[in-house]
C-alpha cells in the first residue's frame, strides 16, 4: 500500500478487465480464459477458487506454503526488516499513526537474495497470474507490514486509488507468516466491492484528512468479511477490493509480507511521486516495464533478477523517500 496523499479521489473510469457483475458470461469467460492459459502450467487452479475471487474479489488459498518454507522466508524477511528499521528505538505511541498500523519496508526483494526465493516464487505468481487471468505479470513492489504490539487497525481502503497506473489489473498477494487471528491484525474484506465501479482515495496515513474515506456509507457496500488465515495460506486480493485489518491486541508482531502483482501492460495514469515509477523514469502514458519493476511471472526455475544498478534506492520505510 502506497499512498499518493496529494491525489483527493480518483474519479477516472475503472477499467477491470472481467465481464460486469451479473453478466451471463461473468463466469464461463473468466473460467475459460484460465482454462485456457493455464491448461500447462505447473499447478491446478481449483475453478471454485477462480470464481470466488471473480465474484468476492479475495480468496484465501490454503497449504501453499509448509512449515519449513515459512521459517526459511520468514526468517529471510525479519533479517530484511531488521536492516532497515532495526535502529529504530521509538516506543509505539511515538510514532505516526501510519507508522502505527505497521512497519512498512519495501522492495526487500532488491536488498535481501534470500526473499527473492519468495518474491518471485513461481507457484505464487501462477496463482496470482490464473486469478487474474493475466498471461504476464510484473512487480509493483513487495513490502512486509508488520504489525507490531499494540498496532492500532488499518483504515478501510482500496489499494489501486492509491496508485498512479491503469487500468485496474493488480492483484496482491498477503502471506502471514504465522496464520492471522482476530485478535492479532487479521484482515477483514468487502466482497464484491471491486465490482461496484468505486475507486476512492482514502487517507490510510491520517495526514490530510482525520477520517479514511466512508466506503460502508454507499448502500451497496457489503460488511467486511474476517479472514483469520492458517499458517501455510496466502490470501489474494484485487487492487479494488475494499479491506481493513484489525488492531493487533497480542504481545506478538503480525509478521506479514505481501508481494503486489501488475499486469504486463498497465502504464503510468498520473503525475503523482512513485518509487517503482520515477526511479525508473516512467512517464505519463508509458508502460510500466524495467528493472525496478521486473517480469515476476512466468520465469525460468531459480531465476531472479538482481537488483536495480543506478536507479537509486526503495524508501528505508514507508512509501517516500
Same mark, same amino acid.
Given at each position: 500500500?502506497?499512498?499518493?496523499?496529494?491525489?483527493?479521489?480518483?474519479?477516472?473510469?475503472?477499467?477491470?478487465?472481467?465481464?460486469?457483475?451479473?453478466?451471463?458470461?461473468?463466469?464461463?469467460?473468466?473460467?475459460?480464459?484460465?482454462?485456457?492459459?493455464?491448461?500447462?502450467?505447473?499447478?491446478?487452479?481449483?475453478?471454485?477458487?477462480?470464481?470466488?475471487?471473480?465474484?468476492?474479489?479475495?480468496?484465501?488459498?490454503?497449504?501453499?506454503?509448509?512449515?519449513?518454507?515459512?521459517?526459511?522466508?520468514?526468517?529471510?524477511?525479519?533479517?530484511?526488516?531488521?536492516?532497515?528499521?532495526?535502529? @529504530?528505538?521509538? *516506543?509505539?505511541? $511515538?510514532?505516526?499513526?501510519? &507508522?502505527?498500523?505497521?512497519? #512498512?519496508?519495501?522492495? +526487500? /526483494?532488491?536488498?535481501?537474495?534470500?526473499?527473492?526465493?519468495?518474491?518471485?516464487?513461481?507457484?505464487?505468481?501462477?496463482?496470482?497470474?490464473?486469478?487474474?487471468?493475466?498471461?504476464?505479470?510484473?512487480?509493483?513492489? @513487495?513490502?512486509? *507490514?508488520?504489525? $507490531?504490539?499494540?498496532?492500532? &487497525?488499518?483504515?478501510?481502503? #482500496?489499494?489501486?486509488? +492509491? /496508485?498512479?497506473?491503469?487500468?485496474?489489473?493488480?492483484?496482491?498477494?498477503?502471506?502471514?507468516?504465522?496464520?492471522?487471528?482476530?485478535?492479532?491484525?487479521?484482515?477483514?474484506?468487502?466482497?464484491?466491492?471491486?465490482?461496484?465501479?468505486?475507486?476512492?482515495?482514502?487517507?490510510?496515513?491520517? &495526514?490530510?484528512?482525520?477520517?479514511?474515506?466512508?466506503?460502508?456509507?454507499?448502500?451497496?457496500?457489503?460488511?467486511?468479511?474476517?479472514?483469520?488465515?492458517?499458517?501455510?495460506?496466502?490470501?489474494?486480493?484485487?487492487?479494488?477490493?475494499?479491506?481493513?485489518?484489525?488492531?493487533?491486541?497480542?504481545?506478538?508482531?503480525?509478521?506479514?509480507?505481501?508481494?503486489?502483482?501488475?499486469?504486463?501492460?498497465?502504464?503510468?495514469?498520473?503525475?503523482?511521486?512513485?518509487?517503482?515509477?520515477?526511479?525508473?523514469?516512467?512517464?505519463?502514458?508509458?508502460?510500466?516495464?524495467?528493472?525496478?519493476?521486473?517480469?515476476?511471472?512466468?520465469?525460468?526455475?531459480?531465476?531472479?533478477?538482481?537488483?536495480?544498478?543506478?536507479?537509486?534506492?526503495?524508501?528505508?520505510?514507508?512509501?517516500?523517500?
Amino acid at each position: 500500500m502506497t499512498p499518493s496523499p496529494s491525489v483527493a479521489a480518483v474519479t477516472q473510469p475503472v477499467t477491470l478487465g472481467l465481464p460486469a457483475l451479473g453478466s451471463e458470461s461473468a463466469v464461463t469467460s473468466a473460467t475459460q480464459l484460465r482454462a485456457d492459459i493455464y491448461s500447462c502450467g505447473m499447478i491446478s487452479v481449483a475453478q471454485s477458487d477462480i470464481e470466488k475471487f471473480d465474484r468476492d474479489g479475495f480468496v484465501v488459498i490454503e497449504d501453499l506454503f509448509t512449515p519449513a518454507d515459512l521459517k526459511n522466508f520468514g526468517d529471510a524477511v525479519d533479517s530484511a526488516v531488521r536492516d532497515r528499521v532495526g535502529d @529504530d528505538s521509538r *516506543l509505539i505511541g $511515538e510514532k505516526s499513526l501510519y &507508522e502505527q498500523s505497521f512497519q #512498512q519496508c519495501m522492495n +526487500l /526483494w532488491e536488498d535481501n537474495p534470500n526473499v527473492r526465493a519468495l518474491t518471485f516464487h513461481q507457484e505464487m505468481g501462477e496463482l496470482a497470474a490464473s486469478l487474474l487471468g493475466a498471461e504476464t505479470l510484473r512487480i509493483w513492489h @513487495d513490502q512486509a *507490514l508488520y504489525k $507490531e504490539p499494540g498496532g492500532r &487497525e488499518t483504515d478501510p481502503h #482500496q489499494d489501486w486509488p +492509491l /496508485w498512479p497506473m491503469g487500468p485496474a489489473r493488480q492483484i496482491t498477494a498477503w502471506i502471514p507468516f504465522d496464520g492471522s487471528t482476530l485478535d492479532g491484525g487479521a484482515t477483514g474484506y468487502s466482497p464484491g466491492s471491486h465490482r461496484l465501479g468505486l475507486a476512492k482515495f482514502s487517507d490510510i496515513t491520517r &495526514e490530510i484528512r482525520d477520517e479514511p474515506y466512508p466506503f460502508f456509507d454507499h448502500s451497496e457496500m457489503a460488511n467486511l468479511v474476517w479472514v483469520e488465515a492458517p499458517v501455510g495460506s496466502v490470501v489474494f486480493h484485487h487492487s479494488l477490493t475494499v479491506h481493513q485489518a484489525k488492531a493487533n491486541t497480542t504481545d506478538q508482531i503480525r509478521r506479514v509480507y505481501c508481494v503486489i502483482y501488475f499486469e504486463d501492460g498497465c502504464v503510468r495514469s498520473r503525475p503523482f511521486w512513485h518509487q517503482s515509477l520515477d526511479r525508473q523514469g516512467i512517464e505519463d502514458g508509458q508502460p510500466i516495464r524495467g528493472p525496478v519493476t521486473p517480469i515476476v511471472w512466468p520465469r525460468p526455475p531459480g531465476d531472479f533478477p538482481g537488483p536495480p544498478i543506478g536507479l537509486g534506492t526503495p524508501p528505508k520505510t514507508g512509501f517516500r523517500n
